[in-house]
């Protein structure tokens, strides 16, 4: 290979472009590197070196790269016209990994000349424009809004995958109900709408895990049960703990203990410390773990509103 081709895929970590190259190189160096198959060209004007490309014949050359890389190809190829967004945004901003394979998603303006390739789908947006507020750089790719590629990815991922980008967005406080919400009005043709804006009033109530929701929806709910306040904070000393589910009057926490919970004696050993503190404050701490959450519905409210009557009285 070309000695100068060869630096640029360093400096372009394995990536080059035509228009690049051919500032410093005769077009000829790009031709011949491809047919000693040491380039590969993935999309028009765009190229990577040859050891990066899986053994997959025959899916398109972009799948069968890395994520992160085809990501770079699909933006380099865009050349500033295009943003990734819908489930290639997720993967960027950290709530949801992509694999090799997957489709890699951009979105442009309606106007702009970008269309559909193999692994590769374009989406065509009115009013889009490729600069902040609607597009920003992150790890140095060009990505839409979280906000915006949360709504957009929902209707594309598997009915059972979808809440969990958007409850790890808000645990991470890489957004709120609240942003997610206004992104949601934009989108009045959603697909499943209605879901997601359930998820997000729980949300917004403090539920932070499938497990709370579950309860949210399932048990801790009803006449008889109290107006629980959520994800309240206490200080314990030095530090804060948050109350997964407190009746005020009643001072009693409802801790949810997920499915790996009961398992992790470091973390049971961490929940009793942190119980006992509670105990000093008058707090009492209720633990339910999530077998019994999900499969003693009735059992668990029985409980909980014998708890809460006794500390009534």
Request: with cysteine; net charge positive; charged share 25%.
């Amino acid at each position: 290979m070309n000695v100068v081709l060869r630096e640029l895929l360093r400096v372009g970590r394995g990536l080059v472009t035509f228009g690049t190259a051919r500032q410093v190189v005769p077009q000829w160096a790009l031709q011949q590197a491809c047919h000693n198959g040491e380039l590969v060209r993935v999309l028009p004007e765009v190229f990577v070196a040859a050891h990066l490309v899986g053994a997959s014949p025959g899916d398109p050359v972009l799948s069968r790269l890395e994520p992160a890389l085809g990501q770079r190809a699909a933006l380099a190829w865009a050349d500033g016209s295009g943003a990734l967004s819908h489930l290639s945004a997720l993967s960027v901003w950290g709530v949801r990994p992509q694999a090799v394979g997957d489709l890699v998603h951009l979105s442009a303006p309606a106007s702009a000349s970008l269309r559909t390739r193999a692994g590769l789908v374009v989406h065509r947006r009115r009013g889009l424009a490729i600069e902040p507020p609607q597009v920003v750089v992150r790890r140095g790719l060009t990505v839409t809004r979280l906000e915006q590629a949360l709504v957009d990815s929902w209707p594309t991922l598997p009915p059972l995958e979808r809440r969990a980008p958007v409850i790890r967005a808000v645990n991470d406080w890489l957004a709120t109900p609240e942003r997610l919400t206004d992104a949601l009005e934009g989108a009045p043709k959603l697909i499943d709408r209605a879901a997601l804006r359930t998820l997000l009033g729980k949300l917004a109530d403090g539920c932070r895990s499938p497990l709370e929701i579950w309860g949210h929806e399932k048990v801790f709910t009803g006449p008889a049960m109290p107006a629980f306040r959520r994800q309240v904070p206490i200080r314990l000393g030095r530090r804060t703990s948050y109350l997964d589910m407190f009746a005020e009057r009643e001072r009693v926490n409802i801790e949810l203990d997920g499915a790996t919970t009961h398992g992790d004696p470091r973390q049971r050993e961490i929940d009793l410390r942190r119980d006992a503190l509670l105990a000093t404050i008058g707090i009492l701490v209720v633990r339910f773990t999530h077998r019994r959450l999900v499969y003693e519905v009735d059992a668990v409210r029985r409980e909980t509103l014998a708890i809460l009557a006794t500390r009534r009285n």
